[in-house]
């Protein structure tokens, strides 16, 4: 237990670093893009770039953490083998790379009609089109590092290669006055240096074994359409307040919500750090090391989010106006935001122990159902309301999302985020066996 502990100590702190370097480069955009356009051109930015990330969530099929299973398990059952690298690349990123490859020609085609509906040069679509299979590889392939027991390529290149060459470019193409496809350039390029590098730090990590393709897929499926949901749920309130209230509109309530990515990073960090341990304990039974593992997790969500949400809560009023003085307004969004994301820091990493357990068709009935209540209140809130309508909806969809998976861990395995095990009929049935 204690080089259990002392592992995802090590891991979690590797993983913090890289989410928060990436959730302060996040940030940094957001300021240098507020700062230096007009609030229409910066929610135009913004609701573009969020349409790449949540198409890139959805074409990804979430092979990255079906790969983190996939190695992780393999290590655990007959450790390092042969044989996996081709079906790696034939059998898991080819899907991949074809669903987004077809997905940036059909936005190609569709340019022009989204260049009318939300005001996005067609060239921006263009560039974004051509950035799509990178976007969503990159994500893969350090996922696979993970999975391989190390955390060393994702703080490299997730943590330090891709957020800071981010945030150099856009930078440089805003002080430049680029026109809006270089913008979107300048964004993109990174993650064609992370597909690169992972690659190559894959290749170097050999030999692995990924096990049956059959069998990957049959696990990861159900997951994949949750992990589509979960990306349309954490972009489309973007795009919805672009097209139902208009692009400064949303500029102001990605302002408002992006500090979400400070309190965020915790439980990356962290999920990234524990994921292969708990696939690993409850594959072997062990419910006290996997209950182990989501106490100890939660404990650090709880300690290190809590003082950032009241903190932000309290200092809106003067945190907001440094996007400049359009985006001052924001403060009940800020409240919102800080309310909801302690109600879900306290229910700890539920739907990473689900997918853990192989729970993934909970998990994606969960993220289904949350997802429908974001879109049907942001339809409701958003003509009325504008940006504090769509972070009310998006608060319902983080409620539902959190506490449902809590209950159904709860009485699937018995662990609770807090205080002891309650055993369960699964620890009954893995005991006798």
């Not at 359009?326 to 997918?355: F, K, W």
């Not at 018995?414 to 309650?422: H, V, W």
Request: hydrophobic content about 55%; glycine content about 12%; charged content about 10%.
């Amino acid at each position: 237990m204690a080089a259990l502990t002392g592992g995802l100590l090590r891991h979690g702190l590797a993983g913090l670093a890289t989410a928060g370097a990436t959730a302060c480069g996040q940030v940094a955009i957001t300021l240098v893009v507020t700062r230096s356009l007009e609030p229409a051109a910066a929610g135009m930015f913004f609701s573009a770039t969020a349409l790449c990330l949540m198409l890139a969530g959805v074409v990804r099929l979430d092979t990255g953490n079906g790969l983190v299973h996939a190695l992780a398990r393999n290590r655990a059952a007959c450790g390092a083998g042969r044989g996996g690298g081709r079906r790696l690349v034939v059998g898991i990123l080819a899907p991949v790379a074809l669903l987004a490859s077809v997905t940036g020609a059909g936005i190609v085609l569709a340019a022009g009609p989204l260049a009318g509906l939300t005001g996005v040069p067609g060239g921006v679509w263009a560039v974004l089109a051509a950035a799509l299979p990178f976007v969503a590889l990159s994500d893969v392939l350090i996922c696979a590092t993970r999975g391989l027991g190390t955390m060393r390529p994702t703080l490299l290149l997730a943590g330090t290669v891709q957020p800071l060459g981010q945030l150099a470019l856009v930078t440089a193409a805003v002080l430049a006055g680029a026109p809006p496809p270089v913008l979107a350039a300048a964004w993109a390029l990174p993650s064609v240096a992370g597909v690169t590098l992972a690659a190559v730090r894959l290749r170097a990590l050999g030999p692995y074994e990924v096990g049956e393709v059959g069998a990957f897929w049959r696990h990861t499926a159900p997951r994949s359409a949750a992990a589509a949901l979960q990306s349309v749920f954490q972009r489309l309130d973007v795009v919805i307040v672009a097209l139902l209230a208009g692009p400064a509109a949303a500029a102001v309530y990605t302002a408002a919500t992006r500090f979400k990515v400070l309190g965020q990073l915790a439980n990356q960090g962290l999920a990234q750090a524990a994921q292969a341990r708990l696939v690993r304990a409850l594959a072997e039974g062990d419910l006290d090391g996997a209950g182990a593992v989501y106490r100890t997790t939660t404990r650090w969500l709880v300690l290190l989010t809590w003082p950032l949400w009241l903190g932000y809560a309290a200092l809106a009023p003067w945190l907001l106006p440094l996007f400049g003085p359009p985006y001052a307004g924001g403060g009940a969004i800020a409240l919102v935001l800080s309310a909801t994301m302690m109600v879900a820091t306290a229910c700890g990493m539920v739907d990473v122990v689900l997918v853990a357990g192989g729970r993934t068709a909970a998990g994606l009935a969960n993220v289904t159902t949350a997802v429908a209540v974001t879109v049907v209140l942001d339809v409701l809130l958003v003509p009325a309301h504008g940006a504090l309508g769509a972070a009310l909806g998006w608060s319902g969809g983080v409620i539902v999302k959190n506490l449902l998976p809590a209950v159904q861990v709860h009485r699937r395995y018995g662990l609770r985020p807090f205080g002891l095990n309650r055993p369960t009929r699964t620890r009954a049935v893995m005991e006798a066996s």
